[in-house]
Structures are given as structure tokens and as C-alpha cells.
């Protein structure tokens, strides 16, 4: 992980000082809650409301708007007024922690079904590399970026982003621990794993500056290669 920067974010500055003038709104939302406040905030007008914040976040940080990010504008950019933008997130490092979840469907969870679907280490194999080597949409390459640099500054979203990671991370450690189980031994799955993540990772970055490394070569022979490692108890 990329060093701390220094120095006060001036977007969240700004972010804390709407907040202030919400505090008058929150408070009158909050004094009458009782027993239904739970179902009031459950419901799907809400779901709907909350679910256009947080697509609204996802244009701006997609848009290289990420240091400018504030909960005004996204509240601006969806239509819903600022107050309710923070009925629903406290502030703004609790709408950017929304949005890493929220793209966890998109890369994250097709790879943890590609590891737990059926078949043995070959078939799941394949599975992950065809979805590595598949092209990641603009938008949702730039929000990762986005995301990376928000965390050097926001300790809440560098813990969200680390535990996203390391779930990624996990799909390719479950990976090599199915062709252990395969092949019998006592090889630690979890070395390998991590090693292949580490250049999954690289060779995303070298990518999207160099268009002509074939990832799906560099990838499938070094699977190849650290699949080789792992035999029989001798």
C-alpha cells in the first residue's frame, strides 16, 4: 500500500462543513423515530433513494471528480436534497465505503463463483483465467483508481478497499488449495495464491499502459508453472 499523504484533503474540509449545516436536518429526522423508524428506513423509496447516491458517487469518482468528492455534490448530481444524502451516509468517507461494496458484483463475486463452481482444479482454472483476461470496463477501471487514491487519505477507506482486496486475493488461494486437494500433499496453497494475485495485479497495471502484453499468455504460464509445484506426498 502507497504511503499516507500529508496534508488536509480539501474536499473533505469542504464535506465537513456541509455537514454542520445538516446537523438542524438529521436531528428533526431522528427526534421522532420509534418503533417504525427501522421499516422507514428499510423501505424501498428509501432503498431507491440511497441506491441513486450511491450511483451518483460512482459517476463522480469515475468521472476524475475524486478530489473534489464531496456528499453536496453527489447529492447535486442525484437529485436528493443534501440532507438526505446524510440521512442515509454519515459523511463522506461512509458514501465512498458504499460504493466499494457496491462494486464487489463486478469483479469480485464472478470470481468467487468461478472457484467454487463445479468441476475439478482444470475446469475452475479456466474459468478464473477467462475472467482475467477479460477486457474491465473504462468506467470501472478509472473508479478503481479513484478508490486507490481516496484510501492514501481516508484510513476508513483504505480498511474497506484492503478487505476487498484480500477477498479478491483469497479466490486464487481457494484456487491452488483445490488443486492440493487434487493432487494430494501437504503444499501451502496460500504462497501460491498470493503470488499469482501479486501478478494478476502487475500485469493489470503494465496493461493499461502497454497494450501489447498478452496477459492471457503471461497469466495462463505462470498458472502453468506455479501449478506445477504442487504433487503427491513422497
Same mark, same amino acid.
Request: hydrophobic share 50%; no cysteine.
Given at each position: 500500500m502507497a504511503t499516507q499523504a500529508?496534508?488536509?484533503? @480539501? +474536499?473533505t474540509t469542504q464535506d465537513a462543513a456541509d455537514t454542520k449545516g445538516t446537523t438542524a436536518t438529521r436531528a428533526a429526522a431522528a427526534a421522532p423515530r420509534t418503533a417504525g423508524a427501522g421499516r422507514a428506513r428499510t423501505s424501498a423509496k428509501g432503498e431507491q433513494t440511497r441506491a441513486r447516491l450511491i450511483a451518483a458517487a460512482r459517476i463522480l469518482l469515475a468521472g476524475g471528480e475524486a478530489g473534489r468528492f464531496t456528499t453536496r455534490n453527489v447529492a447535486a448530481l442525484s437529485g436528493v436534497s443534501h440532507g438526505m444524502c446524510h440521512y442515509h451516509f454519515a459523511d463522506r468517507s461512509d458514501l465512498i465505503v458504499a460504493v466499494v461494496a457496491d462494486i464487489r458484483p463486478e469483479w469480485i463475486a464472478p470470481l468467487e463463483e468461478a472457484v467454487a463452481g463445479p468441476g475439478g482444479y482444470a475446469e475452475r482454472?479456466?474459468?478464473? &483465467?477467462? #475472467? %482475467?483476461?477479460? @477486457?474491465?470496463?473504462?468506467?470501472?477501471?478509472?473508479?478503481? +483508481?479513484?478508490?486507490?487514491? &481516496?484510501a492514501l487519505n481516508d484510513e476508513r477507506v483504505r480498511v474497506a478497499l484492503e478487505a476487498e482486496y484480500g477477498r479478491w486475493r483469497s479466490c486464487f488461494v481457494r484456487l491452488f488449495r483445490a488443486l492440493v486437494d487434487e493432487r494430494g500433499g501437504d503444499t501451502d496453497p496460500a @504462497? %501460491? $495464491?498470493e503470488a499469482f494475485a501479486?501478478?494478476?495485479?502487475?500485469?493489470? +497495471?503494465? $496493461?493499461?499502459?502497454? $497494450?501489447?502484453?498478452?496477459?492471457?499468455?503471461?497469466?495462463?504460464?505462470? #498458472?502453468?508453472? #506455479?501449478a506445477s509445484t504442487v504433487g503427491p506426498r513422497r
Open positions: 500529508t496534508g488536509a484533503d @480539501p +474536499a482454472a479456466e474459468r478464473v &483465467l477467462t #475472467l %482475467l483476461t477479460r @477486457p474491465e470496463s473504462p468506467d470501472l477501471a478509472r473508479l478503481h +483508481a479513484a478508490l486507490h487514491w &481516496l @504462497p %501460491l $495464491g501479486a501478478a494478476v495485479d502487475g500485469i493489470a +497495471a503494465i $496493461g493499461s499502459l502497454d $497494450g501489447t502484453v498478452d496477459a492471457a499468455l503471461v497469466l495462463r504460464t505462470l #498458472l502453468d508453472s #506455479l
